[in-house]
């Protein structure tokens, strides 16, 4: 057999046919490739068995009419492999081979697996942690009956209704009565939180104890778990309050007991009700239990309540505000409309009894809003938008990282798609990996949350309302897992149908070089990189004002050492110490054997800590003209301290002018301290405070000292002091000091020899709630401290985000331009050239992104100003700083990938072609 040999070019009338043919069929590559081959064979056959092209021609027909055949042809079989191929609609077992492969391809890049599962979870993470605090704090209800109808009820003045205060007991008696306005009015004591000393089996427990005026329950809608609640009488005895706390009989010895009492000194013992129990060395018959989960709305969480005595006369004056009121509005009855009934009735009550003053008014709110606050809402808010940013960094950076890992997968694509698969299958393919990615990512980022829920009440636990508690429940886990869903399809679909769409005959056509690199795709990433760098641009702005709003407050000058003070309460039972002179022998003592101990430095003690607000705001009268009274102006509210021992020296508190406490004798005249904020608004600069005679509470004293301002709050705000000897005022009431002492070295290991001499002293008494006063500090900067925390975590996180992301979309470019690169190379660009190309497309990255981001920083900054202190929300210097820090980012990001394509070796990159 002799070989034919190359076989000549067809005659150019069958060349001309064969073109007619495949442009009818209008056939792509590499179909239209097979097609030509076959019909080339096909007529070189005829004309090897002697045909003429003529004869080939005419038996042929018409070449368009078989274009068409074979057009429909390929596509039958088309559908026919669409059918079997690219339906979405797979048996499980199909689906489940997918996902065998998906898991496969994963495991052989898993330094990509990690990153992505690593990026996601961190931005589902910080939404499930942020959105459980923002569920628990302002759309779940709280947890009462009906909450919707509970309101708080203030005492505000007519001049200035924003300033709420107490109500006053004559005040709470008459709102019980407005039953046109009110379904059940409730009042209970928290100007300051008390405590008994809890006498059980020989041993002594230190308690919080709650006074709460009957309806108190029945107003939260919350029944006791056993026994009944107080009753009317138990309140509003007959008779009248003796003037001297310390010698009042309450108006009846009954309690009721939180749950967590009840089992952890009890036993869960269900015939509780009717047995005693001792405070304080009085007896009480337990008359109910609380239910398991039940707070107060106000204040620290009770273990015992007893009824507060509401009798008149003592304290219970017009002129004694004290009490929170909270009530339950008529159905249908909105808070302005009661507030709009509530004016109307006040101004009848104020007519009747002259007594209730003319500048006062009552204030409603809702007691949601008012347990809120609008700058805690304000915060939760803005701490959501940020966690949402970190989502959309985090999606973002994942659907670049899906483009750079589709671009070295065009050419398998392809293939698949050469072979038959349909795009809904080589979609379904490529989102399966990005669900088990999406998986993973959203299960480790539940995890995250479930953590960073501890985490963040850890941080402050005093930045939420007591009634809250953050948990990752259904609600959160379905919008956690919605995030998951949408970092899916954001991350996965987009890059998913983009390969999808992969010319298979480009991709088979260009032996290795991606396709995925053209300018359609490149722009698609660079937008991606934009959005990355403005989302992280906007936190960090937003984190920097937080944080030099959080440094100004710290810098705020308190006028006291906190370092190594500790502080903490010691009560003293009026069945032990029933009048001024045990106690005031009691702190004697105490103090004199504490300055004993090596450790100890100073003792002192106060009735209220700095910091924590006012307290005892009395009226201070000193008016030169008429020093005996009669003068309205002579009045000045002050806040009053009751001071023990060294107090002053103890808290490192500044005396201008005038002697220590512990060098005055108390036997002698009354005296007073105070401070200079009331030397300049009540004497002025231009008299001499000392000597200066002021009647406090019934006494006139005489002013023996000037001391220092310390703050009532972390931003450093000032008011009015007067401080009073302890054993100059002791017979006024049983006053609850809080201890200070000032200590060298550990104060654990002191609280521990404090304790020992305390037993000494009287074994029945506690050392109740040690806290070093630094915590007291941090606890008042709590809700400033837990906003910057967060919101500067989530700035670093979408920081790092954007560099990786725009990091990846340069690396990518230099590798997709490596042949563009070795040409510039091979005509004569030096490294310093190329260099500045990649650093030049780097600018175009993002600069782009500073731009936005600093209009959307410069929006967001608004919702900032309630959260901020001393900063301005357009301070230069924060965004000076962040646009110096996104340039440095824009270097760090370009300058590898610039070096890199410095080293582009022309001859092997041309060669490789």
């Known amino acids: 057999m002799t070989s034919r040999g190359p076989r000549p070019d067809l005659p150019p009338e069958l060349e001309i046919l064969i073109r007619k043919v495949l442009d009818a069929a209008r056939l792509e590559m590499p179909a239209r490739a097979e097609v030509e081959a076959d019909l080339r064979a096909h007529f070189e056959d005829g004309l090897d068995a002697g045909a003429t092209w003529r004869e080939l021609t005419t038996r042929f027909g018409d070449p368009v009419a078989a274009g068409r055949r074979i057009a429909q042809a390929r596509r039958e079989v088309r559908r026919r492999q669409m059918r079997t191929n690219g339906r979405w609609w797979m048996s499980a077992s199909e689906w489940w081979t997918e996902v065998r492969r998906g898991a496969r391809r994963l495991l052989r890049t898993p330094g990509f697996a990690l990153v992505v599962v690593v990026t996601l979870a961190l931005g589902v993470g910080a939404n499930a942690s942020i959105l459980s605090v923002v569920d628990a704090v302002l759309l779940k209800p709280l947890p009462y009956a009906d909450p919707g109808r509970l309101v708080r009820v203030y005492s505000a003045s007519k001049d200035n209704v924003a300033n709420y205060n107490y109500l006053r007991a004559p005040g709470v008696a008459a709102y019980r009565t407005w039953t046109d306005v009110f379904d059940d009015f409730g009042a209970l004591y928290t100007y300051r939180q008390t405590g008994a000393d809890l006498t059980e089996g020989g041993h002594t427990d230190r308690v919080t104890v709650v006074r709460v005026v009957p309806g108190y329950f029945e107003t939260l809608g919350i029944p006791p778990a056993l026994g009944r609640a107080f009753r009317e009488d138990e309140s509003f005895a007959p008779g009248t309050q003796p003037d001297e706390e310390s010698r009042r009989e309450p108006a009846a010895r009954v309690a009721m007991l939180s749950h967590g009492l009840w089992a952890s000194h009890f036993g869960e013992a269900r015939d509780i009700v009717g047995h005693d129990i001792e405070l304080d060395g009085v007896s009480y018959e337990i008359v109910g239990v609380m239910p398991r989960g039940f707070t107060d709305p106000f204040g620290a969480p009770a273990d015992v309540w007893v009824p507060q005595d509401m009798r008149a006369g003592g304290s219970n004056s017009w002129g004694n505000y004290y ?36 500048n006062t008014r009552l204030r409603i709110v809702s007691l949601h809003d008012d347990l809120v606050g609008t700058t805690r809402r304000t915060m939760l808010l803005i701490l959501a938008v940020a966690a949402a940013l970190v989502l959309l960094t985090a999606c973002v950076n994942l659907a670049n990282l899906l ?17 038959g698969s349909g795009r809904a299958r080589i979609v379904a ?18 995890a995250l949350g479930w953590a960073g829920i501890r985490g963040l009440l850890a941080l402050a636990p005093d930045a939420l309302p007591v009634v809250t508690r953050p948990e990752l429940g259904s609600g959160v886990f379905t919008v956690a897992l919605l995030a998951t869903v949408i970092a899916l399809v954001v991350s996965g679909v987009t890059p998913a149908l983009r390969l999808s ?39 960090v702005t937003a984190a920097a004002l937080l944080g030099r709003s959080f440094a100004a407050l710290r810098d705020v000058p308190l006028h006291l050492n906190p370092d190594g003070v500790l502080a903490f309460e010691v009560n003293l039972p009026g069945s032990r110490y029933p009048d001024g002179a045990s106690r005031i022998a009691f702190h004697e003592t105490f103090h004199r054997q504490l300055e004993s101990l090596p450790e100890v430095e100073r003792v002192g003690a106060v009735s209220w800590l700095p910091l924590n607000g006012r307290y005892h705001i009395w009226g201070v009268y000193w008016d030169p ?45 009354p005296v007073v301290w105070v401070s200079r904020k009331f030397v300049s608004d009540v004497f002025g600069d231009d008299r001499d405070p000392m000597g200066q005679q002021v009647y406090v509470s019934g006494t006139v004293r005489r002013v ?53 001499v305390l037993a000494g002293l009287d074994g029945q008494l506690v050392l109740y709630h040690p806290e070093s006063f630094a915590d007291v500090v941090a606890a008042a900067r709590a809700q400033d401290r837990f906003a910057t925390a967060l919101m500067v975590a ?31 190379m091979a005509l004569g660009a030096d490294g310093r050239s190329v260099r500045g190309l990649v650093l030049r497309y780097a600018t175009a990255l993002v600069v782009p992104g500073m731009a936005l981001g600093l209009v959307g920083a410069w929006i967001g900054a608004r919702w900032l100003r309630t959260l901020l202190f001393q900063v301005r929300s357009s301070d230069p210097v924060v965004y000076v700083s962040v646009l110096l820090v996104f340039g440095a980012v824009g270097v760090v990001a370009g300058w590898a990938p610039a070096r890199r394509a410095t080293r582009v070796d022309p001859a092997r990159t041309l060669s490789v072609e």
Request: hydrophobic content about 45%; overall charge neutral; charged content about 25%.
């Open 323 to 358: 009490l929170s009121g909270v009530a339950r509005l008529k159905h249908g009855l909105s808070v302005e409309a009661a507030q709009a009934r509530v004016d109307i009735l006040h101004e009848r009550m104020r007519a009747a009894n002259p007594d209730a003053g003319e």
């Open 403 to 419: 483009f750079t890992r589709g671009l070295g997968r065009d050419r398998d694509v392809a293939v698949r798609a050469a072979l």
């Open 429 to 446: 393919g490529l989102l399966v990996e990005t669900a088990i990615l999406a998986v993973c990512g959203g299960v480790l980022g539940l």
């Open 501 to 539: 769409r992969t010319a298979p005959a480009d991709a088979l056509r260009s032996e290795g070089r991606s396709v995925t690199g053209g300018r359609r795709r490149r722009r698609t990433r660079d937008v991606l990189a934009v959005v990355q760098v403005a989302a992280a641009l906007v936190l």
């Open 625 to 669: 003209e008429h020093p005996t009274g009669g003068s309205d102006e002579g009045w000045h509210v002050s806040d009053v301290r009751v001071i023990s021992g060294d107090y002053f020296a103890s808290m490192g508190i500044s005396i201008v002018r005038g002697p220590s406490p512990v060098d005055v004798d108390p036997a002698g005249e």
């Open 704 to 756: 023996v000292g000037v001391v220092d301002d310390v703050p009532y709050d972390a931003q450093g705000d000032v008011s009015r002091k007067v401080y009073i000897l302890h054993a100059q005022f002791a017979d006024n009431r049983n006053w609850t000091l809080i201890q200070t002492v000032k200590v060298r070295g550990d104060l654990a290991a002191a609280q521990s020899d404090i304790r020992h």
């Open 794 to 824: 989530f700035a670093l996180l979408a920081l790092m985000l954007a560099l990786v992301g725009t990091y990846g979309v340069l690396a990518n470019s230099v590798a997709g331009r490596t042949r563009e690169f070795g040409i510039r």
